[in-house]
């Protein structure tokens, strides 16, 4: 398992950007798969964008793709999203945990995440 934090949240207008940074406790770092996920303001969890242990390996959802990118650094047990365009619909609270299976199935510990809000 990895304990994720998570922080770089905060108020953006859309069509701004945001870096999201996971810091994520664990020996096994190097080794997991690493995702994001997002809840918006009632509505379930939703898988945003999942990287392999290589970082070579990188899925996103439609909604995202070509505006989020995914990276991590596994000297730092770090992983982060950038995300650009942003719309307000983007609007949620944004999580990071490990991927129990590629891409998109979570690990089941999660951190308090960090809130993105997108005004239009």
């Known amino acids: 398992q990895v304990q994720p934090v998570e922080s770089g949240g905060g108020l953006v207008q859309a069509g701004g950007s945001l870096r999201l940074s996971c810091a994520a406790s664990?020996?096994?770092?190097?080794?997991?798969?690493m995702g994001w996920f997002r809840q918006a303001p009632g509505k379930e969890r939703e898988f945003v964008a999942a990287?392999?242990?290589?970082?070579?390996?990188?899925w996103y959802a439609d909604s995202v793709k070509g505006r989020f990118t995914i990276s991590r650094d596994n000297a730092k047990s770090t992983v982060d999203l950038q995300m650009n365009s942003l719309k307000p619909e983007d609007t949620a609270v944004y999580y990071c945990?490990?991927?129990?299976?590629?891409?998109?199935?979570?690990?089941?510990?999660w951190g308090k995440g960090t809130l993105v809000t997108v005004s239009s």
């Open positions: 945990n490990g991927v129990r299976s590629w891409p998109s199935t979570p690990m089941d510990y």
């Open positions: 664990g020996r096994s770092f190097s080794t997991y798969s």
């Open positions: 990287i392999d242990w290589s970082g070579v390996g990188i």
